[in-house]
């Protein structure tokens, strides 16, 4: 939690930067190619070094691995690739010895085909109390041969799969929006909610500090489901779009329900336990509606992650936030990247890797001088491309094996991180293993390992570590408001509390800088009075006059005259911004 900002102990996510990470692909202590809980273990010193405040593990529950975890079959319980119970709590505790809190990943809308609830379902048979905690229906036709609608599933194909019954016979449909391994629950089910509210308190009670919750805008469907006037959104968009099927008013109550859950355990202590939630809802307004006082803390806002490297685009998606969601009381939680989208190095590349590199370090200092929280993914912090070439043999993605597009499929931001030397599997895996990563891994990802990263200081793992610690130490940053100023069209530059002014250059071509003096801290060369391409950079300083901007008194010009008071921690506490 930053001690300069207005966030107080008990509410330390409000401008957290917390670090995802993905398990299988993060450190693997036993050598057999796929990362897990001792891994991340071993790598909590690393993180403390970087600077987060804590992590979110993806989910490490017993599972077939249709999808890698998110078809869960037990949700009180550690998948034996990845560990058992006791190395979750020595992590838990590890964790909290370096200050560190820990996010688990919670999968509410769908669990896996073999998860002993779904089983029950099909053994027990149609109009049983197990079939109620999912979608069976009769399908339509004349002998019940055609699915119950027309929805199609977001990882393609029909959303529906039909079961044989205990007599041999076709028999009922069930529903799923992403794959047939992953049925999704009917949250119109009361003993669904009851069983999640001992899930929850299963793992509060095991030291957690919080739940990212998957697809927190499902859950509930249709009452009467339905046929769509566009079913195959949903796959077409690889997200959630169909509005029979997603954001449903109803969900709401099950966020009070959790919310009151946490509240609960806050009381004890006096730490919030937060509930953050992944949200994919058409606007902004909707998205607040998640996180109003009695419902999620925060909720993953994705506008800034799907944003063009455009100044305006940027603009307005900064703007919308800030005005629909943290006047709800929250504060806005920042991504540009996670498991699922393709990593900004690549997704901004343009014209070469360099220009993608190049806007990726300016997109991360944007995102850490933003008021509120922020979330970074693994790897990122490494400056990792996509691998956008894995062969078609190695792709895992239940996307790819269910339509043989590769079109949005994750395998790319999936592959192991490389922590050491010059060949894979560059110290992800035990030393003298001979098995491979679960993912191979190209022989381009020596120029980011992480000991080649720490030792330069040009590169994207000190932008970030540098971001961080002043995030932490400087009051204007965290929570609070900002100030936007006029500037060149293709720069966006705004004011964070006192005189800490944030500028990018989303053009082709160099521009005066917004503030005197030399940069605080910049993604790339910076000289004093210019902002070249493609570059941020943090000023603390009094901005540039301009027409609408008249220049009024702030902190000195030069950070060097700055940097003993304005960088201490003591100096900046009880300094809100």
Not at 114 to 126: C, I, K, N, S
Not at 156 to 177: I, K, M
Not at 194 to 216: C, K, P, Q, T, Y
Not at 476 to 502: I, K, N, Y
Request: negative net charge; contains cysteine.
């Amino acid at each position: 939690m930053h001690t300069g900002t207005a966030a107080s102990p008990q509410h330390w996510w409000r401008d957290a930067v917390i670090y995802q990470v993905y398990v299988r692909s993060f450190l693997d202590s036993t050598g057999d190619g796929i990362g897990d809980l001792a891994g991340v273990r071993a790598g909590l010193p690393y993180l403390k070094k970087l600077g987060v405040d804590g992590i979110w593990l993806s989910p490490f529950y017993p599972s077939p691995h249709h999808d890698h975890g998110y078809d869960v079959a037990d949700y009180c319980g550690v998948d034996p690739v990845f560990g058992d119970l006791a190395e979750f709590d020595n992590l838990v505790a590890d964790a909290h010895r370096l200050g560190l809190k820990i996010l688990i990943d919670i999968v509410p809308n769908h669990c896996s085909s073999e998860h002993p609830w779904f089983r029950a379902a099909l053994e027990d048979g149609p109009g049983s109390a197990a079939r109620a905690r999912f979608h069976f229906a009769d399908g339509r036709g004349a002998h019940g041969e055609l699915p119950p609608n027309n929805w199609r599933a977001m990882f393609g194909g029909p959303a529906w799969s039909r079961v044989t019954e205990a007599d041999g016979e076709p028999g009922q449909w069930y529903l799923h929006l992403f794959t047939p391994e992953q049925p999704d629950l009917n949250w119109r089910e009361p003993a669904v909610g009851d069983s999640f509210d001992e899930v929850l308190r299963f793992w509060l009670d095991r030291g957690v500090d919080g739940f990212r919750i998957d697809v927190a805008a499902g859950l509930f469907k249709h009452p009467s489901l339905p046929d769509s006037p566009d079913p195959e959104a949903d796959e077409r968009a690889r997200d959630s779009v169909n509005p029979l099927a997603w954001n449903q008013p109803e969900v709401h109550q099950v966020w009070r329900d959790w919310r009151a859950v946490c509240e609960e355990y806050t009381a004890r202590d006096g730490l919030d336990r937060l509930l953050v939630g992944e949200v994919s809802v058409p606007t902004p307004r909707e998205h607040a509606e998640y996180v109003r006082p009695d419902e999620l803390h925060q909720a993953f806002f994705f506008d800034l992650l799907s944003a063009q490297w455009d100044v305006d685009a940027f603009r307005k998606a900064i703007s919308e936030a800030l005005t629909d969601i943290a006047g709800t009381g929250s504060t806005v939680t920042w991504v540009l990247n996670n498991h699922d989208q393709v990593r900004t190095v690549t997704r901004y590349a343009g014209e070469s890797t360099e220009v993608g590199t190049a806007r990726a370090r300016a997109a991360a200092l944007l995102m850490l001088a933003l008021p509120g929280a922020a979330y970074v993914y693994q790897g990122e912090e490494l400056g990792l491309p996509e691998v956008d070439d894995l062969p078609d043999e190695v792709l895992t993605d239940p996307i790819f094996r269910r339509t043989g597009s590769r079109l949005r499929i994750r395998d790319g931001c999936r592959v192991p991180l490389p922590w050491s030397g010059q060949a894979s599997p560059f110290g992800f895996t035990a030393a003298g293993s001979a098995a491979r990563p679960w993912l191979p891994q190209p022989e381009w990802f020596a120029q980011h390992a992480t000991d080649r990263a720490l030792t330069d200081t040009r590169s994207f793992w000190h932008l970030y570590r540098d971001g961080l610690a002043l995030r932490r130490s400087l009051p204007q940053l965290g929570e609070g408001t900002l100030r936007w100023l006029e500037t060149d069209p293709q720069v966006l530059a705004f004011v964070r509390g006192d005189g800490l002014v944030c500028a990018v250059n989303f053009g082709l071509g160099p521009v005066p800088a917004p503030a005197a003096g030399a940069p605080l801290l910049a993604s790339g060369d910076c000289p004093p009075g210019i902002l070249p391409a493609s570059t941020a950079a943090w000023w603390i300083s009094d901005p540039a006059p301009t027409p609408d901007t008249p220049k009024t008194p702030g902190n000195p010009a030069n950070p060097a005259n700055s940097t003993d008071s304005t960088n201490s921690a003591d100096s900046s506490k009880g300094i809100t911004s």
